[in-house]
């Protein structure tokens, strides 16, 4: 059976691009249209929400679907609606499985021994759907517990076929307040960086190139981008920054090795709502905002195949 950074790279490979669309629905955002509907439905605050959000984040992945090869549901914007949310977060899931996307929620999870199996078995359906609670493909998690916070869900990723992004240098210009502290005469992160290099070495097949255990590394430091690739050289990269938070794709062009392979960019907001701005809002208004997700999406997967070694692809 495929591991899971082997079914991700045929995704990438078979739509020529690493382009990763984010699920970040919130309401004030949404097209007037959705939310009048949803008001129209029900006076509960949540379960209005849950509606509209589910809604669009299924019309969002009927756009994408054809083009990229993974989306990312922000499990935090469905989980403040209560059960509501997580009702259309499980929803949506299922059905960008059913799509035939790569499924990576973005929850953050970390915990240790126990807990930390739970949430493993919650969240890491791998390549079977129906394996878990949650049907996704990946999950990001929290390493700052420490590494027997990471074994229990390496180990079940692993064993399903499943994949992990381990938060190792994040996106947020608070980042340097805990990541930089030297420790071992290098920088946090550098150190956790090895030891996810670690633990993805041991789950990678005999004739592979990457194991299921990835690193989450922002867009927004390009330096230790390419560092940090060349230090991690069986781990897959997922970028965050790109578009909304000031990342550019050439800022990401370190992240590839030179097949175009081993990381997926995100862009959540750009894509979401992309009809709020330039040049999508004049060319295209709310009236059209399906096509201007698909606009931006495209422009997004040039972008990158112009600057970065997905050109290769």
Not at 7 to 23: D, E, F, K, S, W
Not at 135 to 151: E, F, H, K, R, V
Request: contains cysteine; proline residues 6%; negative net charge.
């Amino acid at each position: 059976m495929p591991d899971y950074s082997s079914r991700l790279n045929a995704r990438i490979q078979q739509l020529h691009t690493p382009a990763l669309v984010g699920i970040d629905p919130r309401w004030e955002s949404l097209p007037l249209s959705i939310r009048t509907a949803a008001q129209s439905r029900t006076t509960n605050r949540l379960e209005r929400d849950a509606w509209a959000f589910e809604c669009f984040s299924k019309q969002l992945i009927d756009i994408v679907a054809p083009l990229v090869p993974a989306v990312k549901p922000q499990v935090a914007f469905f989980e403040q609606l209560g059960v509501p949310g997580i009702a259309a977060l499980l929803s949506v899931m299922t059905y960008a499985r059913n799509a035939g996307l790569i499924v990576i929620a973005d929850a953050k999870r970390g915990d240790i021994g126990s807990t930390a199996e739970a949430y493993a078995q919650a969240w890491l359906a791998g390549e079977d759907q129906d394996a878990a609670a949650f049907p996704a493909d990946a999950l990001t998690i929290n390493p700052y517990l420490g590494s027997d916070t990471l074994q229990p869900f390496a180990d079940l990723a692993h064993r399903r076929n499943a994949g992990l992004y381990v938060l190792v240098r994040t996106s947020n210009p608070g980042a340097v307040e805990f990541q930089d502290r030297v420790a071992e005469g290098r920088p946090l992160f550098e150190v956790i960086a090895q030891t996810v290099q670690n633990l993805s070495e041991s789950t990678r097949a005999t004739n592979g190139t990457f194991g299921c255990v990835g690193a989450v590394v922002g867009a927004t430091w390009p330096t230790q981008l390419t560092t940090l690739r060349q230090q991690m050289p069986a781990v897959p990269l997922l970028i965050p920054g790109y578009g909304a938070q000031g990342g550019t794709s050439s800022d990401t062009a370190g992240a590839f090795n030179s097949d175009g392979l081993g990381a997926v960019v995100n862009n959540s907001r750009g894509i979401n709502f992309a009809w709020h701005r330039q040049p999508y809002s004049e060319q295209f208004g709310e009236a059209r905002w399906q096509d201007a997700i698909a606009a931006a999406t495209r422009d997004m997967i040039a972008d990158l195949a112009q600057n970065t070694p997905a050109g290769k692809l």
